[in-house]
């Protein structure tokens, strides 16, 4: 198997761990133990490729057979209704798509200093940000296009067919050794092996949903051209910084929840100390409920 790329993500899983007592008796717990788990996206060999193809076009077909509108009936009728963009919207449109085409030049050219300046890893950074950012605006604005789009045949096949691509090329390493993510001998059986997992709602099915979440985007930004390979790094730079921010700020809540719970706890505890003290009712009766 070849490999496009990989990364790592953590594992909290349980374990258990036997201690022995002062006075020799042997006790046994589970421990929470974080673990690097690594996530390999292979490079996808002639058939996958032609077998992603043909996953679009059984499913193209299947919708026109269902009566599913297509792109191009779509595209008649908003151009009758003179588009979907104004004439400025078109302007900064095409001009992004050129500061696009000079960022990758620019990165290109310095990708292969090979004894890079620190200046010259600066500029990369700052290409990469700003490439980024660029990215971001363009893929809100087109996700507002594709709305418009996305009950189309050519939309439900196109993610159809990312659906495969994600399923059949993302792998992660057991025993040293690269595993399929998800199990099945068709689209349909890593699919439902993949429901079936997130049922579950552990650890594993959380980890697996972050894979499943990183990887379609790797993918789907990959067969349109969007990302090179030599871009994945960065990204899943920033993508890790991200999920690290959102980590902080969970844990950040779980605290903050836990004092109110036992503040709340104490405010309760307290009122019903004062209601034995003040009430007639024994006390032990109170307990008792």
């Not at 980890?207 to 990959?222: A, D, H, P, Q, W």
Request: charged share 35%.
């Amino acid at each position: 198997m070849k490999e496009l790329f990989s990364y790592t993500l953590p594992l909290k899983q349980k374990q258990e761990i036997t201690e022995t007592l002062p006075n020799g008796d042997k006790i046994t717990k589970s421990v929470d133990k974080e673990s690097l788990v690594k996530i390999i996206i292979k490079e996808p060999s002639r058939k996958e490729i032609q077998e992603a193809k043909d996953v679009y076009n059984r499913e193209w077909s299947r919708c026109v057979t269902n009566g599913i509108v297509t792109r191009a009936i779509l595209d008649k009728k908003y151009r009758a209704e003179n588009g979907i963009f104004t004439p400025s919207e078109i302007k900064n449109l095409e001009d992004t798509q050129k500061r696009i085409k000079e960022i990758r030049e620019e990165y290109s050219v310095l990708d292969k200093i090979p004894n890079k300046s620190v200046e010259d890893n600066e500029k990369i950074n700052d290409l990469l940000n700003e490439f980024s950012n660029i990215q971001k605006g363009l893929d809100e604005l087109e996700n507002l296009n594709e709305d418009l789009y996305s009950n189309t045949a050519e939309s439900i096949s196109k993610q159809k067919e990312i659906m495969y691509n994600i399923l059949y090329l993302s792998h992660i390493e057991e025993r040293g050794r690269p595993v399929p993510l998800i199990d099945g001998d068709s689209l349909e059986d890593k699919l439902e092996n993949y429901d079936i997992i997130l049922d579950k709602n552990d650890e594993k099915s959380k980890l697996y949903y972050k894979i499943i979440e990183r990887n379609g985007y790797f993918v789907n930004m990959l067969s349109r051209g969007k990302l090179e390979v030599s871009q994945l790094e960065a990204l899943n730079k920033q993508w890790n910084e991200i999920d690290a921010k959102a980590a902080t700020n969970d844990n950040k809540a779980e605290s903050d929840n836990k004092a109110e719970s036992d503040k709340k706890e104490e405010v309760k505890s307290t009122q019903e100390s004062a209601a034995v003290v003040s009430s007639d009712v024994n006390p032990v009766t109170i307990i008792k409920d």
